[in-house]
């Protein structure tokens, strides 16, 4: 799983976004706020972190356990499958 092509997170005014650039913002218009875990889920997603990988991550950083961080994981991966920034 990565991320596609032409979506990028920036901070702006200390909030973390995605937004598409290229050719993929004339089909994305918007953009994705992430909260401090979900930044930190992209951001392995960036550095091709697979999801075991990112949930054990998530599990230590944040002192729960994997069952619980991978269920979160799944749910915010699968909507951005949904809406396509993401890519099997």
């Known amino acids: 799983m990565k ?4 979506y990028v997170m920036r901070e702006v005014a200390g909030q973390a ?3 598409a650039v290229g050719e993929e913002s004339k089909k994305f218009k918007g953009m994705i706020n992430l909260n401090r875990t979900g930044k930190d889920v992209w ?3 960036e550095k091709g972190l697979n999801l075991a990988e990112i949930v054990k991550k998530m599990a230590d950083d944040y002192e729960v356990d994997e069952n619980t961080a991978m269920q979160d994981i799944e749910s915010m991966v699968n909507r951005l499958l949904k809406i396509g ?3 099997n």
């Open 17 to 19: 976004i995605v937004i």
């Open 85 to 87: 920034v993401l890519e």
């Open 43 to 45: 951001t392995g997603l």
């Open 3 to 6: 991320i596609k092509e032409n």
